[in-house]
């Protein structure tokens, strides 16, 4: 939370300009607690034990992403953006797996599939929140469009390792 309010909040900093830190102030926690809220209300009064390594993972990409602005690796390390595009919808989609896994989706592979697509629907909304809140006024337009579809495509191809993961891990009896 300090780091997304220096990014919102201290304007000078150039790793956060144009950057859409007010938006993600609000957003990231809002998106790290739906979850676990849902889940808690699903499940009050009842003795079940939460899915913390669910939560975890489902909440680590934004720490990174956050991480990542506030160390300025997305403009100084080529290959940054392209790999938290990858590995944080790894995470985000091990995570909504493992929750999914819970239902003990039959067949299995339909689970792997639920999983991708999750993943890649996903991916499309977050290109379409990061296109309102700062590529469509700012500097990155002219590039836009083909690190879009890349940033896409990564997400979704870290979607479907997640879903394979998932259904791999749910073949044994799975814990919390």
């Known amino acids: 939370m300090l780091q997304l309010a220096v990014a919102a909040f201290v304007p ?12 993600r102030l609000v957003a990231y926690p809002a998106m790290m607690l739906l979850v ?4 808690f209300l699903r499940n009050r009064g009842r003795r079940a034990e939460p899915p913390w390594t669910a939560f975890a993972l489902i ?3 934004f720490l990174i992403d956050v991480s990542g602005n506030t160390a300025d690796l997305y403009d100084t390390v080529v290959w940054w953006d392209d790999a938290n595009h990858l590995v944080n919808w790894f995470l985000l989609c091990a995570g ?14 339909a689970l792997a599939l639920l999983v991708a697509g999750i993943g890649a629907l996903l ?10 809140t700062f590529i469509r006024h700012g500097t990155e337009l002219a590039t836009a469009y083909e690190d ?3 940033d896409e495509v ?9 879903g394979l993961l998932v259904v791999r891990l749910s073949r044994r009896p799975w814990r919390p």
């Open 148 to 150: 879009t579809l890349g």
């Open 12 to 23: 000078d900093l150039p790793q956060f300009e144009g950057k859409g830190f007010g938006a």
């Open 36 to 39: 676990p809220l849902l889940w």
């Open 154 to 162: 990564l997400g979704s191809l870290g979607a479907v390792l997640a």
């Open 123 to 132: 991916a499309i909304g977050w290109e379409l929140g990061e296109w309102y």
């Open 59 to 61: 909440m680590a990409p």
């Open 96 to 109: 909504l797996g493992l929750l999914v896994a819970r239902a003990d989706v039959r067949p299995r592979w």
